[in-house]
Every structure is written in C-alpha cells, then in structure tokens.
C-alpha cells in the first residue's frame, strides 16, 4: 500500500477569498509576519500494491479531470515517502 | 520572503465525506487501484524574512487556533523548499 499525494492550489492570478479572509484574521488574533496566505485542498490517495509510472500517470489524469479545475487551479502530484507519511498534531 | 505550508487533514477516525465521494467517483470515470482518499486543506503562508524557530511556533500556534480544528482534524506544519516551491500544472 503506498500513498500518492495531490495537492491542488488556486492560480496566483485569481483571487482567493479563503486565503485573505485567513490573511486578515492573523493579525487580529495576535499573529505577525505573515504577508500573504493561499488555501488550497490536499488529497491523500491509498494505491494498491507499489507505484509504477502508469499509476503516477493515472493519478495526474484524476487530478486533471475530478480533483482541480484547471481553468483555475494549478496541482502537484507526488508519492508520499514513509518518512513524511503522517499528517500528525 | 519564505513560505511555511500547513497541511491540515481529517483525523482517521473521523468520516471523510469528500474523500468518499472522490473515491466514489473514480470508478464511474474510469479509474482503478485507489483504496482510499482522504481530503483536507493545504494553507500557504508568506512569511516576511527567514523563517525563524520562533515563527515556525508561532505558525504552530496558527494551525491550532486558526486554520485547524483540533478535535476533528490534525496538522502539519513544514518549510517549503526552493526546489519543491510550486504547485505547477
């Protein structure tokens, strides 16, 4: 069982309401520094057996066709190592 | 100018409705060998200079308070590298 990650992100040219409503909420919670947030969404796919190329490519093609809009969003695909495998508190 | 990214996902206890409609989805498009998907948000800060431990806790504290829900979900927090730094089609 191996873990393919697709994370997809708003373009930098189109407006992300998400993200500047975060982006104002920092400061009035006592946070600094920060000059800028985008929100995005994160899937996290479990595949059978071992990642092979077809599978990778299968992936991007899910990525392209059900999990972003490509009119807007941009989206990396990337096979999750053990290492980094948990999203942990 | 440095960029800290939160990755935020439903705990694996909790029910994940979106994942399951993906994964729902993926066989009437076509789609074989996914077992499972879980959906969560991705947050990409901008952060004014070096990211410094003390930003890096400060971030956490973000993720706490802010951009997760602690009872539902967990995060992660990490500094992108140069190299991995776009989310590219």
């Known amino acids: 069982m191996a873990r393919v990650v697709v994370d997809v992100m708003p373009k930098p040219e189109i407006l992300d309401p998400q993200g500047k ?3 104002g909420a920092l400061p009035r919670l006592g946070f600094e520094g920060v000059t800028d947030v985008r929100q995005g969404k994160r899937f996290e796919l479990e595949v059978e057996g071992e990642v092979t190329d077809e599978m990778l490519a299968s992936v991007e093609k899910m990525a392209e066709t059900l999990l972003s809009n490509p009119v807007i969003e941009n989206f990396a695909v990337y096979v999750e190592t053990e290492a ?4 942990a508190e």
């Open 84 to 87: 980094a495998s948990e999203v």
């Open 21 to 23: 409503a975060v982006l």
